[in-house]
C-alpha cells in the first residue's frame, strides 16, 4: 500500500512562493504519475498538475498555475515537488498529492484517476 504524505504548506503573502513535497514512506515514486490537486473552500476539487513515471517525466499544467506552478521529482529523496511562485489569493486551498501505477493519457488532472491520496497540506495566500 503506497502511503502518500504531503508537507511545505503555510501562509503566505500574494506574490510569494512555497514548495510542497510529497514523499512516500513505501514504494517508489518513480513508478508513478504523480498528480497535485487543490480543493478550495466552497470549490471543487481541481487538478493542478502531474508528472508521469519513469525517465520521460511528461509534465501537465491547469492553465490557472501554467508559467507559476512547477513540478518535479528527485528519485533519491523518493519525493516529488510543487514550486509555487507568483501565488495568488485564489490559489488558497488544501493540496493533495496522489499517485497512480497506470493512468489513461488525457486523465493526468482528473482526480477519478488516481488511486493513492495523502492527507493534504493548508496553503495560505493573504497579505
Known amino acids: 500500500q503506497l502511503q502518500l504524505v504531503e508537507s511545505g504548506g503555510g501562509l503566505v503573502q500574494p506574490g510569494g512562493s512555497l514548495r510542497l513535497s510529497c514523499a512516500s514512506s513505501?514504494?517508489?515514486?518513480?513508478?508513478?504519475?504523480i498528480g497535485w490537486f487543490r480543493r478550495a473552500p466552497g470549490k471543487e476539487r481541481e487538478g493542478v498538475s502531474s508528472i508521469s513515471s519513469g525517465s520521460g517525466g511528461i509534465t501537465n499544467y491547469a492553465d490557472s498555475v501554467k508559467g507559476r506552478f512547477t513540478i518535479s521529482r528527485d528519485n533519491a529523496k523518493n519525493t516529488v515537488y510543487l514550486q509555487m511562485n507568483s501565488l495568488k489569493p485564489e490559489d488558497t486551498a488544501v493540496y493533495y498529492c496522489?499517485?497512480?501505477?497506470?493512468?489513461?493519457?488525457?486523465?493526468?488532472?482528473?482526480?477519478?484517476?488516481?488511486?493513492?491520496w495523502g492527507q493534504g497540506t493548508q496553503v495560505t495566500v493573504s497579505s
Open positions: 513505501g514504494d517508489t515514486l518513480d513508478y508513478y504519475t
Open positions: 496522489a499517485a497512480v501505477g497506470h493512468i489513461v493519457p488525457g486523465t493526468t488532472l482528473i482526480a477519478g484517476a488516481y488511486d493513492y
